[in-house]
């Protein structure tokens, strides 16, 4: 596949970054007048992208997830061939994120990758544990991937005090050591309290597993007073959000965060790796998002206008936190639901309050200076 064998060549030889960054700005600029068309019209093209849930279900309980599985796992989940059957039907939907829940619960993940064809790029994020060199194989002989990411916050005992159970480091480092030779392997790591410190030396383990980028991602905070107003600002019900509460705060300072990251940087020109974060533009507003206040001196505007989202019963949803059902495409096309007047009361509703105050930190967040008037 094309966009795999470039991503490939860009990180063992150099030019990366650039071409991420370029990439990046360009989507953004297309979000941008991809929102104001719909804004003039009412009409909002249909989605290239999709994040495509197969199923919720997770083999891990992680510390910083803030997924209410109890909520998301008891409805029915679409077969294989249901998920062939909505792929053959939208061809138009060439980049596909099989999201989770840990994708890999689905024992069928394997025959889901190989209905979406061979003209579809496919990235897979997972905690790794349940991919061995079978799996890895598995993978590489289907060839439609362009990135798995696998995730791993620190070394073994972080990593595993995190996760909730012992052995998930060594589970993930051997799935990144299996794939890396053959799929282009994002390392990502949720930056938190209890790896704060350690991650630097996560460019170095990179190295270690044959790993050639690694994303640092800022932890999304979802206390009670913040996940309220989001339900105010955008007019959902409790039901809409699925999200457990936790009450975490950051606990280390600005200043120690700037550094930290600074170091990831150097450590990455230095040993080859590329670094990126989530948020994209994590560093340029460091300030911003380590308090959660990009909305307040920014216009925002959300990559969800640009990609679908679909729960693993066939609900179309806004995101996978705003998860406002507008239809199910086990009863109708996706064109129809996509431009519902439920979808576009939704979507107006967002953009008249510059988003909601969940949406600090998402990566599908993009912003601009405000005009002044």
Same mark, same amino acid.
């Given at each position: 596949?094309?966009?795999?064998?470039?991503?490939?060549?860009?990180?063992?030889?150099? $030019?990366?970054?650039?071409?991420?960054?370029?990439?990046?700005?360009?989507?953004?600029?297309?979000?941008?007048?991809?929102?104001?068309?719909?804004?003039?019209?009412?009409?909002?093209?249909?989605?290239?992208?999709?994040?495509?849930?197969?199923?919720?279900?997770?083999?891990?309980?992680?510390?910083?997830?803030?997924?209410?599985?109890?909520?998301?796992?008891? $409805?029915?989940? #679409?077969?294989?061939?249901?998920?062939?059957?909505?792929?053959?039907?939208?061809?138009?939907?060439?980049?596909?994120?099989?999201?989770?829940?840990?994708?890999?619960?689905?024992?069928?993940?394997?025959?889901?990758?190989?209905?979406?064809?061979?003209?579809?790029?496919?990235?897979?994020?997972?905690?790794?544990?349940?991919?061995?060199?079978?799996?890895?194989?598995?993978?590489?002989?289907?060839?439609?991937?362009?990135?798995?990411?696998?995730?791993?916050?620190?070394?073994?005992?972080?990593?595993?005090?995190?996760?909730?159970?012992?052995?998930?480091? *060594?589970?993930?480092?051997?799935?990144?050591?299996?794939?890396?030779?053959?799929?282009?392997?994002?390392?990502?790591?949720?930056?938190?309290?209890?790896?704060?410190?350690?991650?630097?030396?996560?460019?170095?383990?990179?190295?270690? #597993? $044959?790993?050639?980028?690694?994303?640092? *991602?800022? *932890?999304?905070?979802?206390?009670?007073?913040?996940?309220?107003?989001?339900?105010?600002?955008?007019?959902?019900?409790?039901?809409?959000?699925?999200?457990?509460?936790?009450?975490?705060?950051?606990?280390?300072?600005?200043?120690?965060?700037?550094?930290?990251?600074?170091?990831? #940087?150097?450590?990455?020109?230095?040993?080859?790796?590329?670094?990126?974060?989530?948020?994209?533009?994590?560093?340029?507003?460091?300030?911003?998002?380590?308090?959660?206040?990009?909305?307040?001196?920014?216009?925002?505007?959300?990559?969800?206008?640009?990609?679908?989202?679909?729960?693993?019963?066939?609900?179309?949803?806004?995101?996978?936190?705003?998860?406002?059902?507008?239809?199910?495409?086990?009863?109708?096309?996706?064109?129809?639901?996509?431009?519902?007047?439920?979808?576009?009361?939704?979507?107006?509703?967002?953009?008249?309050?510059? #988003?909601?105050?969940?949406?600090?930190?998402?990566?599908?967040?993009?912003?601009?200076?405000?005009?002044?008037?």
């Amino acid at each position: 596949m094309m966009e795999k064998r470039i991503k490939m060549l860009l990180l063992r030889h150099g $030019g990366y970054e650039t071409a991420r960054r370029l990439h990046q700005s360009f989507q953004d600029r297309k979000l941008r007048k991809r929102v104001r068309s719909f804004q003039e019209t009412g009409f909002l093209a249909l989605p290239g992208a999709v994040m495509f849930e197969p199923t919720q279900r997770c083999n891990l309980r992680c510390r910083m997830c803030y997924q209410d599985r109890a909520a998301l796992t008891g $409805g029915d989940e #679409l077969d294989s061939g249901e998920i062939g059957w909505f792929f053959k039907e939208n061809p138009r939907l060439r980049k596909v994120t099989l999201y989770g829940g840990e994708i890999f619960m689905r024992k069928d993940l394997l025959d889901i990758i190989r209905s979406l064809g061979p003209y579809r790029t496919v990235i897979l994020p997972t905690n790794g544990t349940l991919v061995d060199e079978r799996r890895a194989a598995d993978l590489k002989e289907i060839g439609t991937i362009a990135t798995v990411c696998v995730s791993l916050d620190g070394p073994a005992p972080v990593h595993d005090a995190i996760r909730g159970r012992e052995g998930c480091f *060594e589970k993930a480092t051997r799935a990144v050591r299996s794939l890396a030779p053959f799929i282009p392997v994002t390392v990502t790591a949720v930056i938190q309290n209890d790896n704060v410190h350690v991650l630097p030396e996560m460019v170095d383990l990179c190295v270690s #597993l $044959g790993a050639r980028k690694i994303k640092y *991602e800022m *932890e999304r905070l979802y206390g009670e007073e913040r996940m309220g107003r989001a339900r105010r600002e955008a007019g959902l019900g409790e039901r809409d959000t699925a999200i457990v509460r936790k009450g975490r705060t950051r606990e280390y300072p600005l200043e120690t965060l700037r550094a930290v990251l600074g170091e990831c #940087l150097r450590r990455g020109r230095e040993r080859g790796v590329s670094v990126t974060f989530d948020p994209p533009f994590l560093m340029e507003r460091l300030d911003y998002c380590y308090r959660d206040g990009l909305r307040e001196d920014f216009r925002c505007f959300c990559h969800g206008f640009a990609m679908g989202t679909v729960a693993p019963n066939g609900d179309v949803i806004h995101c996978h936190v705003l998860r406002k059902v507008f239809g199910n495409i086990r009863e109708r096309p996706l064109a129809e639901i996509w431009n519902s007047a439920e979808a576009a009361r939704f979507r107006s509703r967002l953009m008249e309050n510059n #988003l909601t105050a969940a949406c600090e930190n998402c990566s599908f967040l993009a912003h601009a200076p405000r005009r002044n008037g």
